[in-house]
């Protein structure tokens, strides 16, 4: 028996950091899945009501009920955000979830944070139709100081505290406070 050669969709792909195409149909309507709810989460229900939180739980469905989101807020899906116990965003976060993030418990993230897995090929032709992800790890009892950018495959350690402003662009090890531009190190905990 022959069995048909079956392709991975584009959304497959991205799910697992392959190259994909961004502007796929299934893609393109689980953004604007995304879209309709952030309108309805940062315009409608702006305060931090019973029905926020039901925008929230079916925005980042693998995040508890004492998620914590200040609006407004940014996501590309939301179904790619995992968030322990006790999570906080503080207003205007900006969260590019193309693949896995996964952040621990008592985290808290201040205004202005950035969170992306997105990347694009280096070579202008492959960059015009293709992009991947590469997946961010934040530890438990974290604090992201306001403005702070994490870049694609970071993974930050358990009780680590970024620095305002700061952007991460390497692993930081458990136990650190880390500043600058690169994040580096400059005292542990």
């Known amino acids: 028996m022959i069995y048909p050669f079956r392709m991975k969709t584009e959304k497959k792909k991205m799910l697992s950091g392959e190259y994909y195409a ?32 039901n ?12 998620l914590y989101i200040e609006p407004p807020f940014h996501c590309d899906f ?12 503080n207003v205007n ?20 944070v950035q969170i992306y897995t997105a990347c694009h090929p280096l070579d202008p032709i492959e960059r015009r139709n293709n992009e991947y992800g590469k997946p961010v790890t934040i530890g438990d009892d974290c604090w992201i100081g306001g403005g702070a950018i994490i870049l694609p495959g970071v993974s930050i ?4 505290i970024i620095g305002a402003g700061s952007i991460v662009t390497n692993t930081i090890p458990d136990d650190t ?13």
């Open 22 to 53: 961004a502007s796929d149909k299934e893609l393109v309507i689980d953004r604007l899945n995304a879209k309709k709810l952030l309108k309805e989460l940062n315009i409608n229900e702006y305060l931090v009501t019973s029905k926020a939180k």
């Open 55 to 66: 925008i929230q739980k079916q925005l980042i469905p693998h995040a508890p009920e004492n």
């Open 78 to 89: 939301g179904y790619n955000i995992y968030c322990g116990e006790n999570v906080y965003f």
């Open 93 to 112: 976060c900006v969260v590019l979830d193309v693949v896995k993030i996964i952040i621990g418990s008592n985290v808290f993230f201040g205004p202005a």
């Open 157 to 160: 350690g358990n009780r680590c």
């Open 177 to 189: 406070i880390a500043v600058g531009n690169p994040a580096r190190p400059i005292n542990y905990l």
